[in-house]
C-alpha cells in the first residue's frame, strides 16, 4: 500500500518549451501533496504544498508563474514547468499525504528533467 | 538555514559491521521520519517516530528518537550491501511541512 507514481520518469525538453510532470496516489487518496526538487548531492527542497480543490502554497523563492501546479483530485497533482530554461534541469518529487495524519508521507519514484 | 544536521555525511564500512548515523537540530519536531533513498529514485520512508525517547526496531535496523525531539539516530547491526543508500531523515515542523537533512551516504563494500 501507501504507492506514488510519477510520470514521465525522465524528460527532455528544449528551453523555451513547458513540462508537464504527473504524480498519482495509486492505492490511498490525497489530500494533500507536495513538489519538491532535488539538485545533485543535495537534499530535497520543498517547492509547494498541493491541496485538492485549492491553489498551491508555494515556498519562498519559488515562482508560482513558472511552476503551475493543480490538484484537481485526491489521487492526481500535476506540476507544470512552463518555458523551461536551463537551470530548471533537476529532479522532481512528489510526495503524497494519506488522510489527515501529518506524520506519514509518501514520495513517488521522482521526475529527471533536462533542458537543452 | 539547514534544521537538520546529519553527519557523518559519507561512511564506509565493511560486510558484517555496526554503524551509527546521527540527525540533528535545534528545532523540536512532532515527529521525525527516516528514509533511504537509492540514486534517480525518490526516497523511502522507513519509519516515523513520534514520541520522545521513542526506539523503533526494523529488522536490524533501529531508529531512536531523542526526549527533547531535536535529535534522532539510525543503527544497523551487521550491515549488508543491500544498505547502501543515502539515509534521510526529516522532521515535521508546526506547518505540517517536512524539512530534510542533507543525509547520511552510507556504502557496505562487499
Known amino acids: 500500500g501507501a504507492v506514488v507514481s510519477q510520470h514521465p520518469s525522465w524528460v527532455i525538453c528544449k528551453s523555451g518549451t513547458s513540462v508537464k510532470i504527473e504524480c498519482r496516489s495509486l492505492?490511498?487518496?490525497?489530500?494533500?501533496m507536495f513538489w519538491y526538487r532535488q539538485f545533485p548531492k543535495q537534499s530535497l527542497m520543498l517547492m509547494a504544498t498541493?491541496?485538492?480543490?485549492?491553489?498551491?502554497?508555494?515556498e519562498q523563492g519559488v515562482e508560482k508563474d513558472k511552476f503551475l501546479i493543480n490538484h484537481a483530485s485526491l489521487t492526481l497533482s500535476t506540476l507544470t514547468v512552463t518555458s523551461a530554461h536551463p537551470e530548471d534541469s533537476s529532479f522532481y518529487i512528489c510526495s503524497a499525504r494519506p488522510g489527515q495524519s501529518p506524520h506519514e508521507q509518501y514520495f513517488g519514484p521522482g521526475t529527471r528533467l533536462t533542458v537543452t | 538555514t539547514q534544521l537538520l544536521e546529519q553527519s557523518p555525511q559519507f561512511l564506509s564500512i565493511q560486510e558484517g559491521e555496526n554503524l551509527t548515523v546521527y540527525c540533528n537540530s535545534s528545532s523540536v519536531f512532532s515527529s521525525l521520519q527516516w528514509y533511504r533513498q537509492e540514486p534517480g529514485e525518490g526516497p523511502v520512508l522507513l519509519v516515523t517516530v513520534v514520541t520522545g525517547g521513542e526506539v523503533k526496531k526494523l529488522k536490524r535496523l533501529t531508529f531512536q528518537f531523542g526526549d527533547a525531539r531535536k535529535d534522532s539516530s539510525l543503527h544497523i547491526t551487521a550491515a549488508q550491501p543491500g544498505d547502501t543508500g543515502l539515509y534521510l531523515c526529516?522532521?515535521?515542523?508546526?506547518?505540517?511541512?517536512?524539512?530534510f537533512g542533507k543525509g547520511n551516504q552510507v556504502v557496505v563494500i562487499p
Open positions: 526529516a522532521g515535521l515542523s508546526g506547518n505540517n511541512r517536512l524539512a
Open positions: 498541493s491541496n485538492e480543490g485549492s491553489k498551491a502554497t508555494y
Open positions: 492505492d490511498f487518496q490525497a489530500t494533500t
